[in-house]
């Protein structure tokens, strides 16, 4: 859902960002490919989203955290909304991907 978020705002929000789109282009892309790559049965794949939907709400929480709402820009509502939905958005991605790899764990030493 991040990555569908993302790939649709980019437009946008490209010229508020703070590094060049084709990095978010990537971004978006690597994400579609540990989604498709998800299974619960395999631990290091579910190990990679945490780390990926971690990563995720730290830098989106920290942008939304950061916007400077004294610019004259229209847009910069829309940046902030945009990245504070992304931001909930990875962390119950988080916490679904932590109890994922945590029932692996479990499994495992039953």
């Given at each position: ?6 790939l ?27 989604a ?24 989106f ?5 950061t916007v ?7 847009l ?19 916490y ?11 499994d495992?030493?039953k």
């Amino acid at each position: 859902i991040g990555a569908v978020v993302m790939l649709i705002m980019l437009p946008f929000s490209a010229s508020m960002l703070p590094f060049p789109a084709s990095f978010s282009i990537l971004i978006i892309l690597v994400l579609g490919f540990l989604a498709g790559f998800t299974n619960p049965a395999q631990e290091w794949i579910n190990f990679l989203n945490v780390i990926a939907s971690g990563a995720g709400a730290i830098a989106f929480e920290y942008a939304a955290a950061t916007v400077n709402f004294s610019s004259a820009q229209p847009l910069v509502f829309i940046f902030f909304v945009i990245n504070q939905t992304l931001a909930v958005v990875f962390f119950l991605a988080l916490y679904y991907s932590v109890k994922t790899l945590r029932g692996i764990w479990l499994d495992k030493t039953k």
